[in-house]
């Protein structure tokens, strides 16, 4: 059924880059927005940012403005992060989201990445 599995987590020094991706199955990539997300410890779940359908429009949390670029490529069903100029303060689990609506008068179906660790310290 519906699956987004991350990859690309992991340990990286302030100033550095991440790529994270998120592979999606199970549904119409193509027809849906998709959002990348991230829990610091301690703290609440945060949009980070988000894209269209279709790549044309994406938005970003403030904090990450400048650094961080959501691109999508529909095609091989992929939604990336890329993370540049890290701060420690990016530290965090990052998880990619789908909303899938199917119908008027039907559950929307939120579904979720099962989250991939990056640690930004030096």
């Known amino acids: 059924q519906v699956q987004l599995v991350e990859s690309g987590g992991g340990l990286v020094q302030p100033g550095g880059s991440l790529r994270l991706s998120c592979a999606a199955s199970?549904?119409?990539?193509?027809?849906?927005?998709m959002n990348w997300y991230r829990q610091a410890p301690g703290k609440e779940r945060e949009l980070v940012a988000s894209?269209?359908?279709?790549?044309?429009?994406?938005t970003y949390a403030d904090s990450v403005k400048g650094r961080f670029t959501i691109s999508r490529d529909n095609a091989k069903n992929t939604v990336y992060l890329q993370m540049n100029s890290l701060k420690p303060e990016d530290t965090g689990v990052y998880y990619c989201?789908?909303?899938?609506?199917?119908?008027?008068?039907?559950?929307?179906?939120?579904?979720w990445g099962q989250g991939t660790l990056v640690t930004v310290s030096s």
């Open positions: 989201r789908v909303l899938i609506h199917s119908s008027p008068g039907l559950r929307s179906l939120e579904r």
């Open positions: 199970g549904f119409t990539f193509s027809s849906f927005a």
């Open positions: 894209i269209t359908s279709t790549g044309g429009s994406t």
